[in-house]
């Protein structure tokens, strides 16, 4: 299991690379895609199916959108060699990287292994969800039941987003 | 002065001479195999996001996969057959609607434990069941229900205001 | 212990995108693929391993189930995940309909 993980994503990280890169931002959009559908591998190989179908159908019509917008305008990009800035944003991001890789490898190491249960609250949740909820689906139960604040909070969040897009394009109500 | 919506849009020349289309190609709509085979299936897709969304508690779904599918129906049915496909006009359509509406009976169900005299906001008080059956699990399938429509309109709106309502440029 | 290293180089890559890139377009981009590596991080601390998936069968109870707490706070994030990048996707087509190009350096450098 832990193989095949580290395999998929292995092969997002060249995707996500490639995407950087890209001379054409078509080609980039489309290999953006190549990061979130290998998620919903690595999300079926977890064991979660509720994350594999809403992460399937939400990266389609991400990308629909981001096609919508590269499509109506032009699509080359003037790659030109980097200048002084550019040296000095990618000398930056180096030491950056290096700095927050050394620390994030000193902090992993105080986790378990993976695979066994790292988290404290599983146990109560498991055996009392069924009972107290009634449901036979667990992350129903968690999501609706236990933490319903954060289910509220997240209708708010796409009634905001929803209101901040309008609002930007200016689009207009009836009259 | 607000650089980015404070002025004007200008015209169809950007300002470092960018070129801009003139008019979209995909907003006619497709060939006619895409839209006999669209007719076919959208009803079938949209039925299945409302069957995700009421075996929420037994199956694995609910309210978010549910909804993001039943927006991917009308997605498909609007890119299949373009724009003036439900007399889409460049003003805002009436699917804010369903979605304000939504978040408010959420709201009023949270609170309606409140009224009942105990002190806990999101008490699941409707009776529970027995596991396993499709009536059960208290006021769960309600919030399904709810935050399913919910979440459809707002992906709805955010559809259509980026891909076909942009084209407006006079204020 | 790869896998977590793994996930968070995908991390690094989103974050390297982010600093040295000049179009609007692949800054957009890095978020989502940043947004993607912290998804794939919750889910892999909740696995456990033989687990089954946190459906109860009461006729069949499993012995094992996988923790149902990160995936309940991931399925939140990835819808809003999606409203944040349509928002950044509304205040790209308005720059470029301001400006005409997706280059930050001549935007930087026009002012209005």
């Known amino acids: 299991m832990e193989i095949a993980i580290s395999i998929i994503t292995g092969l997002m990280i060249i995707g996500a690379l490639y995407a950087i890169h890209a001379k054409d931002l078509l080609s980039a959009v489309i290999a953006c895609g190549i990061v979130g559908y290998g998620l919903v591998i690595c999300f079926l190989l977890l064991k979660a199916p509720d994350l594999a179908i809403v992460q399937i159908v939400v990266e389609t019509i991400t990308l629909i959108i981001m096609v919508a917008v590269v499509l109506d305008s032009s699509r080359e990009e003037k790659f030109s060699k980097p200048d002084g800035q550019g040296y000095i944003s990618i000398i930056t991001s180096v030491l950056l990287i290096v700095v927050l890789f050394y620390f994030f490898k000193l902090s992993v190491e105080t986790l378990d292994v993976f695979g066994s249960g790292t988290l404290r609250m599983a146990a109560p949740y498991i055996e009392g969800a069924t009972d107290k909820t009634g449901s036979a689906n667990l992350v129903t139960g968690v999501v609706f039941d236990f933490r319903g604040y954060d289910t509220m909070g997240e209708a708010t969040v796409l009634v905001t987003a929803v209101l901040g897009v309008l609002t930007i394009l200016r689009i207009k109500g009836k009259k | 002065m607000d650089p980015l919506l404070g002025e004007p849009a200008p015209l169809r020349r950007g300002a470092r001479g960018g070129l801009i289309k003139q008019k979209n190609e995909y907003m006619k709509g497709m060939t006619v195999i895409v839209k006999k085979t669209t007719q076919l299936i959208a009803g079938m897709v949209f039925l299945y996001g409302i069957y995700v969304i009421i075996h929420g508690h037994l199956t694995p779904g609910g309210g978010f996969a549910g909804g993001v599918i039943m927006a991917g129906s009308f997605i498909l049915l609007i890119l299949a057959f373009g ?18 509406l939504a978040t408010l009976v959420v709201v009023f169900l949270a609170a309606s434990g409140l009224l009942l005299g105990t002190r806990i906001f999101f008490l699941n008080w409707l009776p529970k069941g027995t596991v396993g059956q499709l009536v059960s699990a208290g006021m769960l399938p309600l919030y399904n229900i709810f935050i399913g429509i919910e979440v459809a309109s707002s992906i709805l709106t955010i559809f259509l205001a980026l891909v076909i309502f942009k084209e407006e440029i006079s204020e | 212990m790869i896998v977590y290293l793994l996930c968070f180089v995908l991390f690094l890559t989103g974050l390297y995108g982010l600093i040295t890139s000049r179009n609007l377009v692949k800054i957009a981009i890095s978020m989502s693929v940043m947004e993607f590596s912290t998804f794939l991080f919750f889910a892999l601390i909740g696995y456990v391993d033989g687990g089954v998936a946190p459906i109860v069968d009461p006729a069949d109870p499993a012995k094992i189930y996988v923790d149902p707490l990160p995936q309940a706070l991931v399925l939140t994030a990835i819808v809003i995940g999606l409203a944040t990048t349509a928002m950044m996707m509304a205040i790209i087509i308005r720059l470029y309909r301001k400006y005409g190009t997706f280059d930050i350096r001549e935007i930087k450098s026009l002012r209005g």
């Not at chain 2, 724009?83 to 304000?100: A, R, V």
């Open chain 2, 83 to 100: 724009s003036d496909f439900m007399h889409l006009t460049k003003e805002e359509s009436g699917t804010t609607m369903y979605e304000n």
